[in-house]
């Protein structure tokens, strides 16, 4: 009688068309004095539900079908509203909104743009399919349905007020609203094209807890990845795999030679669903990062964007990307809007979980100029809490935070949920985050580690994890979730990727024993197949010899572990300085290389034959040779900037007490820093270099003189990267003299091989 009343208040004068809707918003208590909306195919309509929930509107002009929201400040629910007559029925209820979940993860989203386009979406096909997807999904849960419920929309809903007892759909609702969900998600980051198996010097072996001692053994290649991850899916039917970004980027050959389509076409079949972009997704500019998402062919120029041959390979076409690239933070400063979508929703029956995806915001200075041109990138954590408070006041259930920046510990072996003595950038971003985030999937600094973080602003502890690196292992995230209360537990793992025996090696004499705890997998035959596909077109140009070396040729690692140390001096770095030395057109006087560009190792084996794609491997970017001017007064202005902010806090060591990035000089730089002088001093006040030692083939640098450098265009133009500023914007007579990095590399590795491990050139002093 009181939906009569209030439908005949709101019907409409004679001779005005329109439709009438009326129902009950409940989520087992009454919605009551909440606002209500309608948005119809054609006309809106809006008002206030009664003490017991009930509404009435008219849509004057209005045609079904319609979308309704109802909102009572804290929480949004959505239905739907269609009939063949006049007037509809609308209950609006968490059950209703599971169902336009299912029309619709982003249910908000959908009603705020909903217009007449949408109408097919609500056809009466439509909402009965996703109603019994929702009868299926509370069958799976044990939860019984009254057998007098077989409308979700239309049927019988008494709401439970102070007055008056629910019926059985309120019960129902009840019970829905204490019935806990359990959901897995499975996470990736910093993976780096790397479909095949890596070095176990380079990422592909990682430290096992085996009693105090610790063992080593070989993990990573995307075959195995695969068979993990359906492991992982096979314990829990509501999982998702996610990423914290640099899925691609700064490649292997395998890769990179294909414009990273090829790793994109493996982690589709893996079932990657959702990723944050990390810095190295910028490498070639947003509208590369675009083509990557929604596909087609990589431009042609000169020799490369040729279809079949480098690009557009699956049937000379090239669909994008099926997972979802997330950009909170990237702003196109042309718009004032995120490049790509923001957030991610997944549903999971009764449950949500809302995802925010976004990079660190020195992306800027990790990326060469042109890469990131007509692009803004936002702090983190403000960016976060606008987003997180969003997703929560639209009913999601959880928010998970996928974010490229992270961290380090102390730990010597995967999975050490103590998180020793955690540091980096991504402390001060977790110690500002609001209580609507629950769950934060980090990245960047390939480490590994588990945390249950105490985050400040918050007031409460926040699960913090980071896989490594490459896809050699993957967090296990599992989540509990309650309706009516959110995330009320959470656990993780790192669960490495241990290839199977005879395709791995251990620190024992027994190399077929794993811990107890963890597993072997083998490979997955349809991404084996996938990846031996790529790897053979990639030989047809990576095959060519190019050099040899005499021994093994590596970067600086951590101790312990295979993870680059960019606080250190490491010798191929040093060569790759050497290499730019003698690749510029005139010559310079030294040469400087930042670590980050070192990507990969020259491994010793058989001949010590190099090839073009182990060159190609190592250097990825498609960087150029720049030559500078700079004074020595400049120059030592530079190393400082090696140690102070923010590269003093970016990279650290807590093995060594080393922190910052060290570039590496050519031969014939030398000098001495004091590690016991301050890092961190302000730009401008660093004094870390030792007076006198800084020499060029034996002489002091002069403070006064001029002396010319060669670099790469990521250090040498724009701003200058990796924080680097002196160069790019002290410099004088800068010219990019258009040679590839790469081909300088090539032309130095045939006239000098067979190449020796170059010579340490920086002293450390303490």
């Known amino acids: 009688m009181a939906l009569s009343a209030l439908l005949l208040a709101g019907c409409a004068g004679d001779g005005e068309s329109g439709v009438n809707i009326q129902g009950v918003a409940a989520t087992g208590a009454a919605m009551a004095n909440a606002s209500v909306a309608a948005k119809c195919t054609t006309g809106t309509a809006s008002g206030k539900t009664s003490a017991n929930g009930s509404y009435a509107l008219f849509v004057a002009n209005g045609a079904f079908p319609c979308a309704i929201e109802v909102s009572d400040g804290t929480r949004k629910l959505h239905s739907v509203a269609n009939s063949s007559t006049l007037t509809a029925v609308a209950n609006v209820t968490p059950l209703t909104e599971q169902l336009m979940g299912q029309l619709s993860a982003d249910t908000a989203a959908f009603f705020d743009s909903y217009s007449a386009s949408g109408s097919a979406t609500l056809s009466a096909a439509s909402i ?22 077989t409308s979700l929309v239309e049927g019988s809903l008494i709401a439970k007020t102070s007055t008056q007892t629910g019926n059985d759909y309120d019960k129902l609702l009840d019970t829905v609203a204490v019935t806990p969900v359990n959901v897995k998600l499975i996470a990736l980051n910093d993976f780096h094209g790397n479909i095949e198996p890596t070095s176990e010097t380079n990422g592909g072996s990682v430290v096992l807890p085996n009693g105090g001692a610790g063992q080593r053994v070989a993990v990573g290649g995307a075959a195995y990845l695969a068979t993990l991850v359906k492991n992982l899916k096979a314990k829990n039917p509501n999982n998702i795999l996610v990423g914290a970004g640099d899925m691609v980027g700064a490649s292997p050959f395998a890769s990179s030679i294909t414009h ?22 910028f490498d070639h500019g947003i509208a590369e990062l675009k083509r990557q998402q929604n596909g087609g062919c990589y431009p042609a120029s000169g020799t490369v964007g040729v279809v079949g041959k480098d690009t557009c390979l699956i049937d000379g076409k090239f669909p994008g990307a099926k997972f979802k690239y997330l950009t909170a933070n990237v702003v196109d400063t042309a718009t004032g809007k995120p490049v790509l979508a923001a957030t991610y929703i997944k549903r999971f029956g009764t449950v949500s979980v809302g995802f925010i995806g976004l990079t660190l915001q020195g992306t800027s200075a990790l990326v060469g100029s042109t890469g990131v041109a007509g692009l803004r990138f936002d702090e983190e954590s403000a960016t976060i809490n606008q987003y997180a408070a969003q997703l929560k006041a639209n009913g999601i259930t959880a928010v998970v935070v996928l974010i490229h920046q992270g961290g380090q510990t102390m730990a010597t072996t995967v999975n050490d949920k103590t998180c020793p003595d955690l540091t980096g950038d991504i402390t001060s971003i977790m110690d500002k985050l609001s209580s609507n985030v629950d769950v934060v999937v980090s990245g960047h600094t390939h480490q590994e580690y588990v945390c249950n973080y105490d985050a400040k602003a918050a007031g409460k502890k926040i699960l913090l994890t980071s896989t490594g690196f490459y896809g050699g292992a993957v967090s296990e995230i599992d989540l509990t979730l309650q309706p009516s209360k959110g995330m009320v537990a959470s656990a993780a793992n790192t669960v490495p990727v241990i290839r199977a025996a005879g395709s791995y090696t251990v620190a024992t004499s027994n190399n077929t024993v794993i811990p107890t705890g963890f597993t072997t997998v083998a490979r997955d035959t349809a991404i084996d197949a996938l990846v031996a596909k790529y790897v053979a077109i990639s030989k047809i140009a990576g095959s060519q010899a190019v050099g040899s070396i005499t021994a093994s040729i590596s970067r600086a690692f951590v101790p312990g572990s295979t993870t680059r140390d960019e606080t250190t001096e490491g010798a191929m770095g040093d060569l ?76 650290t060591n807590p093995f060594t007490g080393a922190v910052g990035r060290l570039l590496l000089p050519s031969l014939g730089l ?24 800084l020499k060029l083939n034996g002489v002091a640098i002069d403070p006064a003189k001029t002396y010319k450098i060669a670099t790469n265009s990521f250090l040498g133009t724009g701003t200058g990267g990796d924080n680097f500023t002196v160069m790019a914007t002290q410099g004088s007579n800068i010219l990019d003299t258009k040679v590839l990095d790469l081909d300088a590399f090539i032309a130095y590795m045939g006239a000098h091989s067979p190449v020796s491990p170059p010579a340490a050139r920086i002293t450390r002093l303490n």
């Open 260 to 281: 990273d389509e090829a790793s994109i076409d493996v982690l589709n079949q893996i079932g990657l669903e959702v990723t944050s972009v990390g810095n190295h997704e």
């Open 670 to 693: 030398t000098y001495t820093y004091d590690n016991n002088r301050p890092a961190g001093a302000a730009s401008g006040q660093g004094n870390r270099i030792v007076a006198g030692t």
């Open 128 to 149: 009965k399919a996703a109603q019994d997807a929702v009868f299926t999904s509370l069958a799976a849960n044990g939860l019984v349905v009254p057998s007098t419920l």
């Open 576 to 651: 790759m300085a050497d290499t730019y030395l003698a690749g510029v057109p005139g010559g310079a006087d030294f040469a400087l290389v930042n670590p980050g560009s070192v990507r990969a190792d020259l491994v010793y084996s058989g001949t010590g034959t190099v090839t073009f794609s182990d060159l190609a491997t190592i250097e990825p970017f498609g960087n150029t040779l720049v030559t500078l001017n700079l004074t020595g007064a400049q120059i030592v202005r530079l190393l400082e900037q090696q140690w102070e902010p923010p590269n003093n806090t970016a990279k």
